[in-house]
């Protein structure tokens, strides 16, 4: 159980085209997702906190114009990158949990490349 | 910052061999996680120790903490070539007004286990 998947796994697109990436907990009801990025050979860092139903947080230096996150159910968070340019490639990863005192469960990422 | 360091950055052993990894921390816990990603995928969570515990096994795994020295090892005997992956410790600080908690991650260690 605990079955987190992430859609799409590969993304190529020009800059200045807006990308969707989506995170669904199959198997689970998650009261919180996280979205991680992550740079090659380097480690995860947080880029914001989802609560279903509420406005999600953000970490310092996260532009929440730029990374719009949507947590509409409690099996299903969203993660836009408007108007995305090149320094925005890299890999996006989802995790979500059911409720507090529960590791968290990674979707498999989400390589972006913007030309 | 709060994030951690691993030691060793990288990690080459032969196949029965095994291996130790080590994380330390800046600020106080609730608690250490241990994770593996393989390459180009999401965290595979591993073991959870809190920091009221020394010392807990899973199987070919054995995480040791010590608070006063705000460190932790994660030990896989009897490696195996499907151990190659990345490990990176994570530790939660605190739990947030919601209940859910923020992992901060450490810089990973990249363990090549050669047949």
């Known amino acids: 159980g605990a079955v987190v998947s992430q859609h799409p796994s590969w993304v190529i697109c020009k800059s200045g085209t807006s990308v969707k990436i989506e995170c669904r907990s199959l198997?689970?009801?998650?009261?919180?997702m996280f979205w991680y990025r992550q740079f090659p050979k380097q480690s995860l860092m947080l880029m914001a906190t989802s609560n279903e139903g509420s406005k999600a947080t953000y970490e310092q230096g996260v532009e929440k114009d730029k990374f719009l996150i949507n947590h509409a159910s409690l099996t299903l968070s969203t993660l836009t990158v408007t108007s995305a340019h090149p320094e925005d490639s890299s890999f996006y990863i989802c995790?979500?949990?059911?409720?507090?005192?529960?590791?968290?469960?990674f979707g498999d990422g989400t390589r972006l490349s913007i030309l | 910052s709060q994030q951690g360091e691993e030691d060793p950055q990288a990690l080459s052993i032969q196949e029965g061999e095994n291996a130790t990894m080590n994380c330390s921390y800046k600020?106080?816990?609730?608690?250490l996680q241990w994770y593996r990603q393989n390459s180009g995928r999401g965290l595979v969570h591993l073991i959870l120790i809190r920091s009221n515990e020394r010392e807990k096994h899973s199987g070919r795994l054995r995480v040791t903490l010590d608070t006063s020295k705000k460190s932790s090892s994660l030990l896989i005997t009897a490696s195996r070539a499907a151990d190659t992956a990345s490990y990176f410790c994570?530790?939660?600080?605190?739990?947030?007004?919601?209940?859910?908690?923020?992992?901060?991650f450490g810089t990973g260690t990249r363990l090549t286990i050669i047949p």
């Open positions: 198997d689970f009801q998650a009261t919180t």
């Open positions: 994570a530790t939660v600080g605190s739990i947030s007004n919601f209940g859910n908690e923020k992992l901060t």
């Open positions: 995790s979500a949990s059911r409720y507090s005192n529960q590791p968290q469960h």
């Open positions: 600020t106080s816990i609730n608690n």
